[in-house]
């Protein structure tokens, strides 16, 4: 186990695009994330999953409520370069290779740049041989697998991922699922994952959160299955039902 | 496929520019607008001919010398007021209507100005500056900020300084709209040169033109203009390769 929790407290924002105008993204929110623990946020599209997500990562400030990791607020744990990121879109540099990507995250945080970690990394996400490769030479898998390496470089106390293979194809994601489980198996850091997908949900964390529109949470699911996890568990009744009974909550 | 289309696109091209030098040289030869248009092949003539060609050659470098140094000069504070104002966002209503008010200010109003400011041989480089600054700005402020949102957010998340971020991401992602801006700030130099060389500049081909004009040397007169075009559709030519160039380098 390592890395820090999460405390999210009467968390609730808002947009005014315009005047008279107020958007609800998430209306009142308690979620608390053990350190080390795997947490998934499905719900359906505008529910507020990715608002919610942003504001862990401090990219906007919450209109009230708190959001406490490891006892710091999400900025602190930012400017500490503490937090490690990937979205559905890989957001690689375009016109660095993928070791240079790689190395951004210590660049960014004023390091110097940890090159053997660097190729460790791209060796764990199976992107040995495409150290010099730009991303328009790779495939979306292996776009997402250096957005995923990129967010480990700093061993970060929190992972937030994002849709991170919404944009990939069934057979695809379902390798990555199973990838990302061999590689947060070792190292077990406190993340949330925002999907569409159930089946990835419930494949990969420990807890998984139903929210609702708009931006509250409906259900919050124990995910019985214990770790390590293998394709197997794909196979399995247990899990099918479990993936049906939260598919019919989605359904309006 | 697209090296045929080339292939044809460079050939529309010549047989354009042959049409349009016959069409010159027969109403030369017809003398349709009378003496004052000569014959392309008696501009070539009185171009290359030993009594002009030293006094058309010494003259263009000094033209290209104003033109170059304008072009770095008020590139090189176009850039920086650029990366100014997007370090401190606050600066930028009030950059950006100096911006303007620099645009607007015909050049041939600011010209006395300049001589009694500056000097008459600094008018030249001096104008070529203002007239590429707006270019410029407007390319490198909207290059910066046309970079991916995601990318940003990633960097940001990283807990990027505003400065890293310039340096790792809007800076890089500028660059090809930087040589767009190049292409249209090419010819305007070489404008607010020739322009400045207007106003009394000891040298340069805004001078030969002037004097030829008054002492009807029309022939000498033209052989400038035509040495002037060619060398600003030159640099047009090399800030395109630049553009082609760095849209390969920094775009996906």
Not at chain 2, 42 to 63: E, G, M, Q
Request: net charge positive; glycine share 8%.
């Amino acid at each position: 186990m390592s890395g820090a929790g999460i405390e999210i407290r009467n968390l609730a924002k808002r947009y005014t695009p315009r005047r008279g105008v107020i958007i609800e993204a998430i209306r009142h929110l308690d979620l608390t994330v053990a350190a080390g623990e795997f947490l998934a946020i499905v719900g359906p599209s505008g529910c507020g999953k990715s608002t919610l997500l942003h504001l862990v990562a401090g990219l906007e400030p919450p209109s009230s409520g708190s959001i406490f990791i490891g006892g710091a607020v999400p900025r602190e744990l930012v400017d500490r370069h503490r937090l490690g990121i990937a979205f559905q879109d890989s957001a690689l540099l375009p016109w660095l290779s993928v070791e240079s990507n790689l190395a951004l995250p210590f660049k960014l945080a004023g390091l110097s740049v940890d090159r053997n970690r660097v190729l460790k990394l791209i060796e764990l996400v199976g992107l040995q041989g495409f150290e010099r490769a730009r991303p328009s030479q790779l495939s979306g898998g292996m776009r997402q697998r250096a957005a995923i390496a990129r967010s480990l470089c700093l061993d970060p106390d929190v992972l937030l991922l994002d849709e991170p293979f919404g944009a990939l194809d069934a057979v695809t994601r379902r390798r990555l699922n199973i990838e990302l489980e061999l590689i947060w198996r070792d190292r077990a850091i406190t993340t949330m994952l925002v999907t569409h997908s159930v089946e990835e949900a419930l494949f990969l964390s420990d807890r998984t959160v139903v929210m609702e529109t708009p931006g509250a949470i409906a259900h919050v699911v124990e995910v019985p299955f214990s770790r390590p996890r293998t394709p197997e568990l794909l196979r399995r009744e247990e899990f099918h039902r479990l993936t049906d009974q939260i598919t019919l909550w989605l359904q309006p | 496929m697209t090296q045929s289309r080339t292939t044809t696109s460079a050939i529309y091209a010549v047989v354009g520019l042959l049409l349009f030098l016959s069409l010159w040289q027969w109403a030369g030869k017809a003398a349709v607008a009378g003496p004052v248009l000569p014959a392309v092949s008696d501009v070539a003539l009185t171009l290359f001919s030993p009594d002009n060609f030293p006094l058309l050659t010494r003259s263009a470098f000094a033209t290209l010398a104003s033109a170059a140094k304008g072009l770095l000069l008020g590139g090189s504070l176009a850039v920086l007021l650029a990366i100014v104002m997007r370090l401190v966002p606050p600066l930028r209503p009030g950059l950006d209507r100096l911006a303007l008010l620099v645009n607007a200010t015909p050049p041939i109003a600011l010209g006395p100005i300049l001589i009694v400011v500056f000097s008459r041989s600094q008018t030249p480089t001096v104008l070529a500056g203002i007239q590429v600054f707006f270019l410029l700005y407007v390319a490198a402020s909207s290059g910066m900020a046309a970079s991916s949102p995601t990318l940003r957010d990633v960097m940001t998340a990283f807990g990027a300084s505003r400065w890293k971020r310039l340096v790792h991401l809007e800076l890089p992602s500028a660059l090809p709209h930087l040589a767009s801006g190049l292409k249209a700030a090419v010819s305007a130099s070489f404008i607010g040169a020739i322009l400045g060389e207007w106003f009394g500049a000891p040298q340069g081909l805004g001078l030969v033109i002037l004097n030829a004009m008054q002492n009807f040397q029309i022939r000498l007169m033209w052989a400038a203009v035509t040495m002037a075009v060619a060398m600003s559709l030159t640099g047009f030519l090399i800030a395109t390769a630049l553009e082609k160039a760095l849209a390969r380098r920094f775009s996906r």
